[in-house]
């Protein structure tokens, strides 16, 4: 019956298959001689219409169609960590042996290396019920991650045959299950898992704890919970990629997932090459130990990058799975959305706003909806945070995937290009940015940091709109004209903007800094501000506290205080008593 459906018309990368009855829709398909992975994504009584996921140059009419009665899916198993795939899970290194710097079309090399022997403890016995989500062995993936092999989800049983612990390929028999019906199924070190569907979970929690990222803009002004969903939009050069890399090398997520969905070769050799040169602080292993790469740059094919971000996520809910703390990047949705509007510019659809499909809404929900702090289904807890990118044209961020991202997400990170250009980063403007976890993290933090922490938060950002406030005036007349106190609120924005805001990746003080630390410097310039308020409302004038250089000093404090001397925050506290009391003297 299969070998009669043939391709009929081939439009880009859409396939079109006449009078075909045996596809199912969403079915993962081979295309044409050379197999090329496609996926069923409409069928009528007359046609049915096949996504293909690599070039389709070279395809001719009448060319055979095989179905593989199965969704699109990736294989799941040890061996993810500190690989790379492209964006339908076929690792890049194989690919290079087998055809050098570029993938050859219908490339078949399998996911995970099939002949690797792992290490396997097994955990369970015979006679032991097992449902899905237990975990019935565990192996040593990399030095700082240790994989556990799970029952899948619909799956329960009681086991019926154990094999010993000791050194398996991927699809060796390990676990033996027998379910209520008498069926038997055999238990490998891998699973297959459809990448559209998401992974159950036992329930999901709430978002009480921050994702720590040691980038003082986010952890103190715009806090993300683990599980949580941000946007990072920028116009070209304002540094997203940048800001991702820095969230990737430095949050305290167990696991990294970056997905470069559409953007440029050289911004993904850029990652690997800092990740494996990087050393991971909490282990001091390489970051690769610990991270996953789906490259799917601008000159492969569109559709690919479709499948890549929905294959990203797959890979974070199966860690996530295992109780651990997950951190996907997607950079960027924006070329996402392109490629579903070029995908529906084929299938000639009626186009909604700047020619994006009208799903366009539904599909980015799809993707952020699937994040979130769960209690995994053997009874642990883990996490997967969705930080995704977004590449608006010229910076208009009221384009339709930013405001549709905004419907969907809990944290804005809007980045700004004149910040950008004036080499402040991360470009991340605090008046058009927002999160909205504050009210779930601030037991986290009255409990951890004190309430002093959030006050201290609080003023900041109160400082810094008065500051914006005033700056508008400042524009029109000039800031002579203002009196003493609102000048003392510009200098200290100033000292708030350049030595709190502003962070410094390659200075190895500021790169990461703890919350105790961000705490502190806060605590300081707040008091260097209240203390010079008192002295201004006794009418000495702000020139004479400006002449001390306290401002310029705490602007640098950031460098001139290491992480782990936070006593010498004292002595600036000290100092700032001497000199002010000195003026009043």
Not at 100 to 120: C, H, M, Q, Y
Not at 392 to 403: C, H, K, L, N, R
Not at 440 to 460: A, C, E, M, T, V
Not at 487 to 510: C, M, P, S, Y
Request: aromatic share 8%.
């Amino acid at each position: 019956m299969e070998s009669n459906n043939v391709i009929f018309g081939i439009n880009g990368p859409v396939v079109t298959v006449k009078n075909a009855s045996c596809f199912s829709m969403m079915e993962m398909v081979y295309v044409g001689s050379e197999k090329l992975v496609g996926e069923v994504i409409g069928i009528t009584d007359k046609a049915t219409t096949i996504q293909v996921y690599e070039e389709t140059t070279g395809l001719m009419p009448g060319d055979p169609v095989t179905g593989t009665g199965a969704p699109m899916n990736v294989l799941l198993g040890p061996g993810i960590i500190d690989n790379i795939f492209d964006g339908i899970e076929r690792p890049l290194k194989a690919i290079e042996e087998e055809s050098g710097a570029f993938i050859k079309r219908g490339s078949s090399v399998p996911s995970l290396d099939t002949e690797k022997l792992w290490n396997v403890t097994v955990t369970v016995k015979v006679g032991d019920k097992l449902v899905g989500g237990d975990i019935y062995a565990t192996i040593p993936e990399t030095d700082i991650i240790e994989h556990r092999c799970m029952v899948s989800p619909d799956l329960k049983g009681e086991v019926v045959e154990v094999k010993q612990s000791g050194k398996y390929k991927l699809f060796d028999t390990i676990v033996k299950l027998r379910d209520d019906l008498g069926n038997i199924f055999d238990l490998s070190l891998c699973q297959k898992w459809p990448i559209r569907t998401p992974r159950p979970v036992r329930q999901r929690l709430s978002s009480s704890v921050p994702l720590i990222t040691g980038q003082r803009i986010i952890d103190t002004l715009f806090p993300i919970s683990k599980g949580g969903t941000a946007a990072i939009p920028g116009g070209f050069g304002t540094g997203k990629t940048m800001t991702q890399h820095q969230l990737a090398k430095w949050c305290d997520a167990d696991i990294i997932v970056y997905v470069g969905c559409g953007e440029r070769g050289n911004e993904m050799s850029q990652v690997l090459d800092e990740f494996s040169e990087l050393i991971d602080p909490k282990s001091n292993r390489p970051m690769t130990d610990r991270t996953v790469l789906i490259a799917n740059t601008s000159n492969m094919p569109v559709a690919a990058r479709e499948a890549s971000i929905y294959t990203g996520i797959t890979l974070a809910e199966y860690y996530r799975d295992m109780g651990y703390h997950v951190a996907i990047m997607a950079d960027s949705t924006s070329r996402w959305a392109e490629a579903l509007r070029e995908i529906s510019g084929r299938l000639e659809e009626m186009p909604a706003e700047e020619g994006f499909p009208a799903y366009l809404p539904s599909r980015l929900s799809e993707f952020y909806e699937r994040a979130g702090r769960v209690e995994i289904l053997s009874g642990g807890e883990g996490s997967v945070t969705i930080i995704g990118a977004v590449s608006p044209q010229g910076a208009d961020f009221s384009e339709p995937v930013t405001q549709n991202t905004k419907r969907f997400i809990r944290c804005f990170w809007a980045l700004d290009k004149s910040l950008a250009y004036s080499r402040h980063y991360p470009a991340i403007n605090w008046m058009d940015s927002y999160s909205e976890y504050f009210t779930d993290l601030d037991p986290w933090f009255y409990k951890n940091l004190g309430s002093d922490f959030i006050r201290y938060r609080q003023k900041i950002s109160s400082l810094l709109q008065e500051e914006s406030r005033l700056m508008e005036i400042v524009k029109l007349i000039g800031a002579d004209v203002l009196p003493d106190d609102q000048k003392l609120v510009i200098e200290t924005a100033k000292v708030i903007r350049v030595g709190f805001l502003q962070q410094n990746a390659f200075h190895a003080e500021d790169t990461y800094v703890p919350l105790e630390k961000q705490k502190l410097m806060m605590k300081t310039i707040l008091y260097l501000y209240n203390k010079a308020s008192h002295i201004i409302s006794l009418a000495v004038p702000i020139s004479k506290i400006t002449e001390l250089g306290l401002f310029d000093k705490l602007t640098k404090m950031k460098y001139d205080i290491p992480n782990n001397r936070l006593d010498m925050f004292d002595e600036y506290i000290k100092e700032i008593d001497e000199k002010l009391s000195s003026i009043n003297a």
